[in-house]
């Protein structure tokens, strides 16, 4: 059975927190991360673990697909922790939290393992998650300590 590529956009913060879930546990290569000022765009490249297929049997294969992360309208784009000369080094997804701010204006930081964080400021939310090709069988799961 063929698996159908997501795709998604956010308009809302709670459109966000349902991308945010579906990017747990990606990773992504530095080299993969692009603000392209000129046309006030963000985006990443992330392989992104299918948790959606884990949880509709306990019998499939894990996976991961590739997934384009865009960001419409930016403002700014800073980052914490990320040295972005290592275009070798790859950086684990967690999540995305986001508040508005004084100004109305948007704060998205995405945040890593490792404390690194990059902080997306845009006029609105509106944010595209897009699979891209085919998925690939991965040995491994990721494992989450319970606190």
């Known amino acids: 059975m063929k698996a159908k ?5 956010a308009r809302t913060e709670e459109d966000l927190r349902i991308i945010s879930a579906h990017l747990q ?14 046309n006030r765009i963000f985006l990443m490249q992330l392989n992104r673990f299918m948790w ?7 019998f499939r294969k894990n996976k991961r697909i590739r997934t384009i992360l865009k960001f419409d ?6 980052s914490k922790n990320i040295n972005q000369k290592s275009k070798d080094k790859f950086l684990d997804f967690l999540a995305i939290e986001c508040n508005q ?8 930081k995405l945040i890593f393992s490792g404390d690194s964080v990059i902080k997306v400021v845009a ?21 989450h300590k319970v606190l």
């Open 73 to 78: 309208n930016i403002i700014e784009v800073n």
């Open 5 to 9: 590529n997501l795709k998604l956009i």
């Open 101 to 108: 701010m004084p100004d109305e204006n948007y704060e998205m």
């Open 25 to 38: 546990d990606s990773i992504v290569s530095i080299e993969n991360i692009a603000s392209l000022k000129k």
């Open 52 to 58: 959606e297929d884990v949880e509709k049997g306990v």
């Open 123 to 143: 006029e609105v939310i509106e944010v595209a998650l897009d699979d891209q090709g085919e998925p690939w069988d991965t040995k491994n799961k990721p494992k």
